[in-house]
């Protein structure tokens, strides 16, 4: 493998929605992954509909491209 073109590969704590950690290898940044929906809650593996509430990422993509 040719040197200096990987990023970094480092160990990361991911807590999944029901409150589940687990430790696993990542090049994303930063030591801790939250998140929101996985196998647990997800509706494709629980069979049940439920709504997702997405607002927090539609304020979070407004603020990142709002005209300036």
């Not at 990542?26 to 996985?38: N, Q």
Request: without cysteine.
């Amino acid at each position: 493998m040719k040197k200096d073109i990987h990023p970094e590969y480092h160990m990361m704590t991911v807590t999944l929605a029901d409150g589940t950690k687990f430790q696993t290898r990542s090049t994303m940044k930063g030591e801790e992954y939250a998140s929101e929906v996985d196998s647990t809650n997800h509706p494709f593996y629980t069979g049940k509909r439920q709504f997702v509430d997405t607002a927090g990422r539609v304020e979070k993509f407004n603020r990142r491209y709002a005209k300036k």
